[in-house]
C-alpha cells in the first residue's frame, strides 16, 4: 500500500520515520484542540514520540494487523486515519481519526473514511466496521452518521481522558449496508 487517493488534492499514505517532525509540527500546532478528546496528546512531546509511534504503525502494518495513514492534502500533513487492528476471525475492525485544526471544514475525515470504508470492504473482505467518538463530540459523531453508519448505543466510560472518563457512542457498519448504499 503506497497511496490511496480520497480526491485530487487529497491521498493517504502509510506515515514513515524520515515524517516524525511533520506529524509532531502538526500535533503540536494545536495541540489544545487535539487534547479534548485524545488521551496520547501530552505523551507526545517532541519528535522522538512521533517516532515511537511510527514505529509501532510500521510494526503494525508488517504484521497485517491495522495500519495507520497520514492524510495529505494539498502536500501538507492534514491530520491521520487508520485501523486500531484486525479482528481477523470475526472480519471485523475499527476506525480511528484526527485532523489538525486548521484542516477542519474541508470535509478531509468524511472523504477519507469513506475511502478507506472502500478499501476495508472491498480489498481487505472485512464484514463490520466500528467508529467511536466520545458523546460530546459532535464534529466526530457527524462523519459515521453521515456515512451511513448505525448508531448501536453508548459504551459508559469507554475512555480515560486525563482526569475523567468519557462515555463513547458507538457506531458500526456492515458490508451488506455498504452494499445497499453503493447502489443507490
Known amino acids: 500500500m503506497n497511496s490511496i487517493l480520497v480526491d485530487e488534492h487529497t491521498e493517504?499514505?502509510?506515515?514513515?520515520?524520515?515524517?516524525?517532525?511533520?506529524?509532531?509540527?502538526l500535533v503540536d500546532s494545536c495541540r489544545p484542540h487535539l487534547r479534548?478528546?485524545?488521551?496520547?496528546?501530552?505523551?507526545?512531546?517532541?519528535?522522538?514520540?512521533?517516532?515511537?509511534?511510527?514505529?509501532?504503525?510500521?510494526k503494525q502494518?508488517?504484521?497485517?494487523?491495522?495500519?495507520?495513514?497520514?492524510?495529505?492534502?494539498?502536500?501538507?500533513?492534514?491530520?491521520?486515519?487508520?485501523?486500531?487492528?484486525?479482528?481477523?476471525?470475526?472480519?471485523?475492525?475499527?476506525?480511528?481519526?484526527?485532523?489538525?485544526?486548521?484542516?477542519?471544514?474541508?470535509?478531509?475525515?468524511?472523504k477519507s473514511c469513506l475511502t478507506l470504508i472502500h478499501v476495508i470492504f472491498q480489498e481487505l473482505q472485512l464484514n463490520r466496521i466500528e467508529i467511536r467518538a466520545a458523546t460530546e463530540n459532535k464534529r466526530s459523531q457527524a462523519v459515521p452518521l453521515r456515512l451511513g453508519f448505525t448508531h448501536e448505543g453508548t459504551a459508559r466510560e469507554a475512555e480515560w481522558l486525563y482526569d475523567h472518563y468519557v462515555?463513547?457512542?458507538?457506531?458500526?457498519?456492515?458490508?451488506?449496508?455498504?452494499i445497499k448504499l453503493s447502489n443507490r
Request: avoid cysteine.
Open 12 to 25: 493517504l499514505k502509510l506515515i514513515h520515520l524520515n515524517e516524525a517532525e511533520k506529524l509532531y509540527s
Open 36 to 58: 479534548k478528546w485524545l488521551p496520547w496528546v501530552d505523551n507526545t512531546k517532541s519528535s522522538n514520540d512521533t517516532k515511537g509511534f511510527i514505529n509501532f504503525s510500521m
Open 61 to 110: 502494518f508488517e504484521e497485517d494487523n491495522g495500519f495507520q495513514l497520514g492524510i495529505w492534502h494539498r502536500g501538507a500533513l492534514a491530520g491521520m486515519i487508520g485501523l486500531h487492528k484486525i479482528d481477523w476471525n470475526n472480519k471485523a475492525t475499527s476506525i480511528g481519526y484526527w485532523i489538525g485544526e486548521q484542516f477542519e471544514g474541508k470535509g478531509l475525515i468524511s
Open 167 to 178: 462515555d463513547h457512542n458507538v457506531y458500526s457498519i456492515l458490508r451488506n449496508d455498504y
